[in-house]
């Protein structure tokens, strides 16, 4: 990509992180032409599946603010993500909050737009169901996918006052619309109490392979493993809800779960992604009026320049070969 089409936030000797109208990690705001660049970042506003606390249409907005505090060099990796990436904020993508149908097809069509380009793409939400449109578009192109998915919730769960569709059945529908390689789906920190115990039964029955909480705080390195192993096994999608964390980390989410995992353990985890094909990702379930400290979009912030700097060092390593 030629240095005129090279898309970063300003230095910040510059131009005062403080200053301008918030973007995405402070990147050009490019709704209209982001296919130019090696990365779209697209928000996702959207909280009609959520089926406990609302508020997460307002995450995008929340994580904006807080990337002012993003820096681009990941000391894990040895890596710029800005130099090697060409990254824009892509915009919203248009979510009708009483409308779970449109909004998905929108979401769909979006990100198909941006992978014919070869632009990957990355979606800020919203709750867990705007996962599912990105994977349609995905799939349609490169095959069913492989899903790399951190969350208290293994969202296979069964509809909720008869409603199929949610940000609990997400994976289940993506699975049943033949989305998903069952066998490359590997699922992290999901943790209990549970409604009843069948309700992994899915997950299981399917072939997933789900991570325990107590597995992971038992081995992290042997759950980094697991994810390294996924390497030259096809292309996949990384889905990040930021219930995986424990509430004293990221309170500002839907359906808070006790236990989870702390932050470096996170970070850990999302390191070991530098080798996985990744053709799309999403952090999601930010609901940020839950939690006036900010913390919350702030970590949001540090888990999308996890994933981007693992990325960033694939594109490094493959241009080096």
């Keep these: 990509m030629s240095d005129d089409s090279h898309h970063a936030p300003p230095s910040s000797r510059d131009v005062p992180r403080f200053a301008g109208v918030p973007t995405f990690l402070r990147l050009p705001h490019r709704p209209d032409d982001a296919q130019d660049a090696d990365v779209a970042i697209i928000g996702a506003p959207f909280d009609g599946g959520t089926t406990y606390r609302p508020g997460a249409r307002f995450g995008p907005r929340a994580v904006r603010d807080a990337s002012a505090l993003a820096r681009g060099f990941s000391t894990a990796h040895g890596v710029d993500l800005f130099t090697e990436l060409s990254c824009v904020d892509g915009g919203d993508v248009l979510c009708v909050p009483m409308d779970m149908a449109r909004t998905q097809d929108n979401l769909k069509a979006r990100v198909a737009e941006l992978d014919a380009a070869a632009t990957l793409p990355v979606v800020v939400g919203g709750d867990h169901s705007v996962s599912l449109g990105p994977l349609r578009a995905l799939a349609e192109r490169h095959g069913p996918l492989g899903l790399v998915h951190f969350d208290a919730h293994s969202d296979t769960f069964g509809p909720a ?97 006790p236990g989870g995992a702390t932050t470096y353990e996170a970070q850990r985890l999302l390191r070991a992604l530098q080798r996985v094909e990744l053709v799309g990702m999403d952090v999601v379930e930010i609901s940020p009026d839950h939690d006036r400290s900010g913390n919350t979009a702030l970590v949001a912030v540090t888990v999308l320049c996890e994933l981007l700097s693992a990325v960033a060092l694939q594109r490094r390593d493959a241009r080096d070969d």
């Design 161 to 257: 006052w008869d409603v199929e569709l949610h940000h609990g059945t997400v994976f289940r529908a993506a699975m049943e619309e033949g989305l998903l390689r069952p066998r490359d789906v590997l699922q992290i920190g999901i943790r209990g109490p549970l409604t009843s115990g069948t309700d992994l039964n899915y997950a299981g029955d399917k072939g997933f392979r789900v991570v325990m909480i107590d597995e992971l705080k038992e081995d992290l390195s042997a759950v980094v493993g697991h994810i390294e192993a996924l390497a030259e096994c096809g292309a996949f999608y990384a889905s990040f809800d930021m219930d995986f964390l424990d509430p004293a980390y990221a309170p500002g989410t839907g359906t808070p779960v």
